[in-house]
């Protein structure tokens, strides 16, 4: 880039596959200077694949929110162009406002490009729609954490599931118990349908089906 004020460029790496990424994701991927990476989270191979050789790449995993955010600004304000790799898509479970804020604060111009959250990366390898016609109008995105409080939880999104709601819960494989006790107490009948997909379109890949009252042991054998 030309010298003067770079720009911070948010990308959504999608959900594994470095092919599932926007075209406009693998230009700015090109052309970018820095390029800051969220560790085990985004397949290394988007950026061998197409980032420039004498590129500086930062692997995040082991940086705090400060440490990324003077990164950004320090080179931002010597004129590069950088890339921000967030897994998925950066507005589901992105950790992307706090960036923002920085960034807005320090005067910094960025840009965010959308990627394929889990949810629809899911729904592909499983070759199902997720909406379906006069059944099933409504999906709700939620998680499941061992620590972080959170408002709302599944219990209380649960009964939807009995109303023509389709729930997609990131994080919870560890966590499998916990969400089939919660769907229980919230009355869900034990032979709904359940399918949890570990690493969508990677190449290590797991579906696992069952219903509410298999999915935890078929979960643990796997």
Not at 63 to 92: N, Q, W, Y
Not at 178 to 205: L, N
């Amino acid at each position: 880039m030309v010298m003067g004020l770079g720009k911070v460029v948010f990308i959504g790496a999608g959900p594994g596959d470095p092919e599932l990424i926007t075209v406009k994701a693998m230009n700015y991927i090109k052309a970018a200077d820095t390029i800051l990476y969220a560790g085990s989270l985004v397949n290394t191979e988007v950026i061998s694949r197409w980032a420039r050789p004498d590129a500086e790449i930062i692997n995040t995993a082991n940086l705090v929110l400060e440490d990324i955010a003077k990164i950004m600004i320090d080179r931002a304000r010597s004129g590069k162009l950088v890339v921000r790799l967030k897994s998925g898509d950066p507005s589901i479970y992105g950790a992307l406002i706090e960036e923002i804020w920085s960034l807005e604060d320090a005067g910094i111009p960025f840009e965010v490009v959308p990627g394929i959250t889990a949810a629809l990366a899911a729904a592909a390898v499983l070759n199902m729609e997720l909406t379906l016609p006069k059944l099933v109008q409504t999906v709700i995105i939620t998680r499941e954490s061992a620590r972080v409080p959170m408002e709302g939880s599944i219990r209380d999104y649960a009964p939807l599931v009995m109303r023509g709601a389709v729930l997609v819960i990131y994080t919870a494989v560890h966590l499998i118990d916990k969400v089939v006790k919660a769907f229980r107490e919230a009355g869900v009948s034990d032979d709904v349908p359940v399918v949890v997909v570990y690493k969508a379109t990677w190449p290590d890949q797991k579906i696992i089906r069952g219903t509410l009252a298999d999915i935890a042991e078929k979960v643990k054998r796997e």
